[in-house]
């Protein structure tokens, strides 16, 4: 079947579709037979083939290895609407319509799509260039390694980070793995002395290189201490900074600035008020401190994640006890370009609520993922500009269940990463509306897995930064590349659906497991008259 779908493929560039019953007003009822068309009309693959009442996913996939037909059926007369491309690339398992504001008849609707911006044009449900498939690979050794962060690099591979036992000086160390587009390794580093040495974040540079954040107690002040860790494209040190004072400084999560610096945030037990505090450090771009700020009460007050805001200020989430209702809270902080605080708001309480991570939305406002019921839920919070919430969801998978990162999808809508299951845990990704209602959900087993960091992909898929039990030896990497829908294998779910009309709508569904269709174009032409 393969083989006739590239075939087909390649026979076809854009397939036509004559459509006269849907329009209202019909003066001129065409079919295939009136205009002499072998192949095309009636037979149109886009029908309820089960009779379940709707066209859907079913349908698709009863379709997917029969359609085609040859060459350009009917003279284009004029072009009567083109909706260039849309990017429907979070549209996976979903109806849209396309508005054209067309009421006529003797039309042909030409739909066509793409995967990626660049790749080449395919025509519906058939095809599909530039998409690369997904894919998982593991990386460790004996002991333990915790993927803790992942990037897409420049050249279109990835950069890992976590901290190794396995490698290195001793104890733990920053652990850096660098992979092509396949997640084949190309080279690995270990950054660190004789004791725990444990990373958190990586960065790219705009030389190329990469800069790493995490804390240290082989270095530094006392304790453990913030590391900040610069190498060049190919993992060597640059440089490397410490941060803090007698006692524990530990770096949770790090930003490239604005101005080509840092900031870095985490938790400061040795210039806190009281119980630990957030600390923020801001350095420039050579790892020089610029400033730093405390932000707390007398009880504990844990920083896990730090964005830069769109004003040039701050964002610091993660869970306090000095404020809120009782036991930990979401904590969100926000602070201007000085590291002033602004505002602060707490969300949750007497239950314990550690928040893992915060991004800004579109609107200006802020979504933060964590876990809520004793570390056994998944939560996620949604704020305006000034953190005023708006609504708050638990996500409940298989068991007990975490979110750990998020990024905000192109609808408005969200995908977050982290773990469920009901005896062991599996990597777990969803995506949800702009009101955080789940719209497909995928897991991902190897053993007892987590996962950590998500980042979207210039294919329009994600990459995910986990840990799975069932690798070298205790805990190693694992490094997830989907495909828009989540998937890891390919599917031959070739398709967008055209489901239904009226004079001036034509709604489309994308397969809910389609890895080709990222942008769509739609044209209408007028026919040229039959003689
Ligand atoms: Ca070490
Ligand atoms: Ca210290
Ligand atoms: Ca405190
Ligand atoms: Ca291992």
């Avoid at 923020?280 to 401190?289: E, I, Q, R, S």
């Avoid at 590291?339 to 579109?362: E, P």
Wanted: aromatic share 12%; glycine share 14%.
């Amino acid at each position: 079947m393969r083989q006739n779908l590239l075939v087909l493929a390649s026979r076809i560039f854009t397939v036509l579709l004559l459509v006269s019953a849907f329009f209202v007003n019909a003066t001129t009822s065409i079919t295939g037979s009136d205009v002499g068309v072998t192949g095309l009309w009636p037979y149109n693959p886009w029908w309820d083939v089960n009779d379940d009442g709707k066209i859907d996913i079913q349908d698709l996939a009863r379709v997917s290895g029969a359609f085609g037909t040859y060459g350009d059926p009917l003279a284009k007369a004029s072009l009567d609407y083109d909706s260039g491309w849309i990017d429907i690339t979070d549209k996976c398992g979903q109806y849209f319509n396309v508005t054209h504001n067309l009421n006529s008849t003797d039309i042909i609707v030409d739909i066509t799509g793409k995967t990626t911006a660049d790749s080449g044009v395919h025509q519906r449900h058939l095809g599909g260039t530039g998409y690369a498939q997904g894919w998982n690979q593991t990386y460790g050794g004996e002991n333990n390694e915790e993927a803790c962060s992942v990037i897409q690099t420049y050249d279109g591979g990835y950069a890992i980070t976590g901290p190794t036992i396995s490698f290195g000086a001793g104890n733990e160390d920053f652990w850096l793995v660098k992979t092509d587009a396949s997640g084949n390794m190309q080279w690995n580093k270990t950054y660190g002395g004789e004791l725990d040495d444990e990373s958190r974040c990586v960065v790219q540079t705009s030389d190329g290189g990469y800069t790493i954040a995490g804390f240290t107690s082989s270095f530094g002040a006392g304790s453990s201490d913030f590391f900040l860790v610069k190498t060049d494209s190919d993992g060597n040190i640059a440089w490397n900074r410490t941060y803090g004072g007698a006692d524990n400084d530990m770096g949770e999560s790090m930003t490239l600035t604005s101005d080509g610096g840092y900031a870095i945030a985490g938790y400061t037990t040795s210039f806190d008020i009281g119980g630990g505090d957030f600390w923020l450090v801001k350095t420039d771009a050579d790892g020089n401190m610029q400033w730093n700020k405390t932000y707390g009460g007398l009880d504990s007050d844990i920083a896990n994640y730090v964005i830069q805001t769109n004003d040039g200020g701050f964002a610091i989430v993660g869970s306090t006890i000095s404020f809120g209702a009782g036991g930990y809270a979401f904590w969100l902080v926000k602070t201007d370009a000085a590291g002033n605080m602004q505002w602060n708001q707490t969300y949750g309480g007497l239950d314990t609520d550690i928040a893992t991570t915060v991004i800004q939305t579109f609107d200006g406002g802020y979504a933060i993922t964590g876990l809520t019921s004793a570390l056994t839920k998944a939560r996620m919070v949604k704020t305006d500009i000034n953190g005023n919430m708006e609504w708050s969801k638990i996500y409940e998978g298989q068991g007990p269940s975490w979110a750990l990162s998020l990024v905000q999808t192109s609808d408005g809508g969200y995908t977050i990463v982290g773990s469920t299951g009901s005896s062991e845990s599996d990597v777990w990704l969803f995506k949800t509306d702009a009101t955080g209602n789940i719209q497909w959900s995928k897991t991902y087993e190897r053993g007892n897995d987590v996962g950590w960091s998500l980042t979207r992909t210039d294919d329009g898929g994600y990459a995910i930064a986990a840990w799975t039990m069932l690798g070298a030896g205790d805990s190693d990497f694992w490094l997830i590349k989907t495909d828009p829908c989540g998937n890891t294998s390919p599917y031959f779910e070739y398709g967008l659906a055209w489901t239904d009309s009226t004079s001036n709508t034509i709604t489309l569904y994308r397969g809910a497991n389609d890895a080709h269709w990222n942008y769509v174009r739609v044209r209408i032409w007028k026919i040229k008259e039959t003689p």
